[in-house]
């Protein structure tokens, strides 16, 4: 069954550094999301991207934050300077249908990311 | 806005015996409804989910949930529960027009063998 994978499991960085987290979706799917969970709390929408660009976003995706997706099979996500705040889980995740919210979204098993 | 309400943080059960985990939702209007679980070191995985119809969904392994416009809730269930669902269990909503889901903060479900 195919699954969205992403890459590393775990990142470790120092505050002021960029990132960058890698998701590869499943092939077919039209709609890519990142996901993110800060520990002990909820896990929290940051942005969704559909043909080429950003279809919407939250508040918490500021100018330090871009997505992506720079050969037709990665989504990537890219914090410029990273700060303490941003350590937390990141989850990418993919939607097979366009035009619909309501298709089920697929996740990855998440990147770790821990700013010291 | 929308939000999502799950009230149980921790539920401890023995094996056989039955689940609910609440969850509530704040928007009155046309909602879809998920359940995700996450086993440990493992991905967000679907349970179950509601669109419209039938308000008792059925999802995989056993587990059941039943929307509930009135009381804008949308509570998981399952009669006998096995060790093996031991995970954290999260109630979601699809909060926007491109489909981003609004979640819960998730309940942690141990359940002793």
Redesign the interface.
Known sequence: EP??TQTPSHQVTQMGQEVILRCVPISNHL?F?W?RQILG?????LV?F?NNEI??K?EIFDDQFSVERPDGSNFTLKIRSTKLEDSAMY?C?S?PLAG???????????TRLTVT | AQSVSQHNHHVILSEAASLELGCNYSYGGTV?L?W?VQYPG?????LL?Y?SGDPLVKGIKGFEAEFIKSKFSFNLRKPSVQWSDTAEY?C?V?????????????TKLSVKP
């Open positions: 699954e969205v709609y999301y996901y709390q909820k896990v929290e929408f969704s559909y279809s919407e939250s989850f995740a939607r619909n919210p309501k298709g089920e979204q697929y996740f990855g098993p998440g | 879809n998920f995700y493992q991905h967000l995985q679907l989910k669109f999260f979601a699809v909060g926007g027009s491109q489909g981003n889901l609004i979640f819960g903060k998730g």
